[in-house]
């Protein structure tokens, strides 16, 4: 097996950006999911509501955030600028961050069409994972639970393939893409290890309608959570694709071999 794709998310919920190598830090792909938007309240807003964040490009360059909406207006925002510390609400973790400031929120608002500002999760800031799932000390950014959301091109080929329009992987939000397994196996991993990094795959991801938007056109179309339902339905959830927190660091890029160990 081997790495066929890694992506990283720099705004939650934003385009994806594919790379080709990345450095595995202890909350995730580095810049991955560093920065968010939120509403009047504070609490965290994604493409389950507004679908039009999947055409906001963001990408992460030379120190700074590199962020574009519709209008084709493009800001550039330091990944150190100093702003005011905010309490921000991600599912049900509250946590400080810092404020990215008014031209950021201006640009965002523009955006979704609505008042919203942009975020940075803060550096000294620790933000606990599910310990049912995982260890005392894993820790993740602003990603929904988990630090490393890992697919194989088998399953999202078997699973898009059933579909009646043509979609892509990107709808499915991984980091990191594996080929030469079969369907499904990445169920039946407990850990994968990919050059000196190890990643403990701990928990199968639940699905929403995020994965129905369409990544380019930032609209609800394709029927995929439909069809997952039919095959890949656990109780009242939706599977696919498994949740990762890394137990050793360092970098990896696309073509490394992968070694999983059984669970």
């Known amino acids: 097996m081997k790495v066929a794709a890694l992506y990283v998310h720099p705004v939650k919920s934003a385009r994806a950006v594919e790379v080709q190598e990345a450095e595995v830090t202890p909350t995730g792909l580095e810049g991955d999911r560093r920065f968010m938007i939120v509403d009047e309240r504070g609490v965290f807003v994604t493409q389950r509501e507004r679908p039009e964040m999947a055409r906001l490009r963001a990408t992460i360059d030379a120190g700074s955030l590199k962020l574009m909406g519709d209008d084709r207006r493009e800001l550039t925002i330091p990944l150190d600028q100093p702003g005011p510390r905010v309490r921000v609400r991600v599912w049900d973790d509250e946590v400080e961050a810092i404020d990215c400031g008014a031209e950021a929120a201006g640009l965002v608002t523009t955006h979704i069409g609505d008042i919203a500002r942009l975020v940075r999760f803060a550096d000294d800031v620790k933000r606990a994972v599910d310990q049912t799932y995982a260890e005392p000390g894993d820790i993740v950014s602003f990603a929904d639970g988990f630090p490393v959301l890992v697919a194989t091109t088998a399953s999202l080929e078997a699973t898009l ?85 890394p137990r050793s660091l360092g970098r990896i890029k696309v073509g490394d071999p992968v070694v999983a160990i059984a669970r």
Do not use: Y
């Open 161 to 245: 393939g059933t579909v009646a329009v043509r979609v892509d992987g990107r709808r499915f939000r991984p980091n990191i893409v594996i080929d030469g397994a079969a369907p499904f196996a990445e169920d039946d991993w407990s850990e994968i290890q990919i050059g000196e990094v190890r990643i403990a795959l701990v928990k199968p991801c639940s699905r929403c309608t995020m994965v129905d938007v369409d990544p380019d056109q930032g609209r609800r179309k394709g029927g995929v959570l439909a069809q997952l339902s039919r095959t890949r339905r656990v109780g009242n959830r939706v599977l696919f694709g498994q949740n990762g927190s």
